[in-house]
């Protein structure tokens, strides 16, 4: 998998933008707001987004029945959430946010999983598309509700006994993707720590290859490799730049450390990267 096939720039999608197969999504959602009338995701969008863009509602995704937010709909489910959002195996996806690329990167990990062969992320979001001339609309847009189907790749997500077990495996490595003090030291034991924000260019670009690339060189020693965050959705970053690198056994841990400190997992502590971040420690 390169570059292209999971990017999009946002020239490129000027110039795509009126392919009758095509389906483009706002993916955003905003994190840490503490104002008490900040305008929700869902009303961003409705205030200025690009043409024909529906929302993507990452909520409608998300299992109800879990004590963990984010965490995802089973197989089944997910399949006819997406139909339902307008998208066929023969559609054309596009997804972005506004200011935050783990969120459209998480929805990217999200269609993957479920078997969608043709999504990309517009690198660098709703910025890089005014920057590059698109206008905006406003109001809501959606999709004709379809069927979708798809072959699964259930290898994209793992649970936290998948985690449990490549704890004693040399041949996995398991990447936190926080910087470490946002959990106050705390990690999975053996991890590394290579945190998104060292693979992006602010907050909603993927860093050119070269720049990351000797970042990740060291996951081609292993086998597999498994990415966390807090909730699953920074960890995608991470794993979207080891898939563009070269790293074709990557996956998620979809619980994270909400889940994995939520249910009493052993847990690590650190006061810097360094401790948590060095090659071969397991």
């Not at 041949?171 to 992006?200: F, K, Q, R």
């Not at 081609?220 to 966390?228: D, K, L, N, S, V």
Request: net charge negative.
């Amino acid at each position: 998998m390169n570059r292209d096939s999971v990017l999009i720039e946002a020239d490129e999608l000027l110039a795509r933008l009126s392919a009758p197969n095509l389906r483009i999504y706002d993916a955003t959602i905003l994190f840490f707001r503490t104002e008490a009338d900040a305008p929700t995701a869902y009303e961003q969008y409705l205030q200025g987004h690009i043409p024909g863009a529906a929302f993507f509602d990452h909520q409608r995704f998300s299992d109800r029945q879990s004590d963990y937010e984010y965490t995802l709909l089973p197989q089944a489910e997910l399949v006819t959430q997406i139909g339902q959002l307008g998208i066929s195996p023969d559609t054309e996806v596009i997804l972005y946010a506004v200011g935050v690329l783990p969120a459209a990167t998480r929805a990217w990990w999200i269609l993957r999983y479920a078997g969608h062969n043709h999504v990309r992320v517009l690198n660098g979001g709703l910025a890089a598309w005014t920057k590059a001339g698109g206008q905006l609309e406003a109001g809501s847009r959606q999709y004709e509700e379809t069927q979708f189907s798809g072959q699964p790749r259930p290898e994209m997500v793992v649970s936290k006994e998948d985690v449990l077990q490549a704890m004693g495996d040399a041949n996995s490595c398991i990447e936190y993707t926080l910087p470490l003090e946002v959990y106050g030291g705390a990690h999975i034991p053996g991890s590394w720590v290579i945190p998104a924000l060292d693979l992006m260019q602010g907050m909603d670009t993927l860093a050119p290859d070269e720049a990351f690339a000797s970042r990740l060189q060291e996951g081609a020693h292993f086998e597999r490799i498994i990415t966390y965050c807090g909730g699953g959705i920074a960890a995608t970053v991470n794993a979207v730049a080891h898939l563009i690198a070269g790293h074709e056994n990557v996956s998620v841990y979809d619980g994270s450390l909400l889940e994995w400190m939520g249910e009493g997992l052993p847990i690590a502590e650190s006061t810097s990267a360094l401790e948590a971040d060095q090659p071969g420690r397991r």
